[in-house]
Nanobody, 115 residues
Framework: QVQLVESGGGLVQPGGSLKLSCAAS????????MDWYRQPPGKQREWVAT???????HYADSVKGRFTTSRDNAKNTVYLQMNSLKPEDTAVYYC?????????WGKGTLVTVSS
């Protein structure tokens, strides 16, 4: 059974940092493309970042230069380091794993940026 479990969310002040983790099980992690998405309150889910097995990250313009994604294939875990957080970064953050037509989602972790 495939499981993706996000962690690391919480309340942070504007300008602060958080590091999210997503632990995967039930898949050959190193072969999967890992993505981060987020869903702000009352809005649609939006793509945030992608990291392929080679380790190069790609980012939405709204987070470029502030967020960094990385992966540890030995630990079956992908990370999202979020710096210089803004109130508009408030959202439920999800990780996903994809390989061809197979697509799996985690249940998300809430990030709230507020003073």
């Amino acid at each position: 059974q495939v499981q993706l479990v996000e962690s690391g969310g919480g309340l942070v002040q504007p300008g602060g940092s958080l590091k999210l983790s997503c632990a995967a099980s039930g898949i050959i992690f190193s072969t999967y493309v890992m993505d981060w998405y987020r869903q702000p309150p009352g809005k649609q889910r939006e793509w945030v970042a992608t990291i392929r097995s080679g380790g190069t990250g790609h980012y939405a313009d709204s987070v470029k230069g502030r967020f960094t994604t990385s992966r540890d294939n030995a630990k079956n875990t992908v990370y999202l380091q979020m710096n210089s957080l803004k109130p508009e970064d408030t959202a439920v953050y999800y990780c996903s794993a994809s390989l061809g037509s197979m697509y799996y989602w985690g249940k998300g972790t809430l990030v709230t940026v507020s003073s």
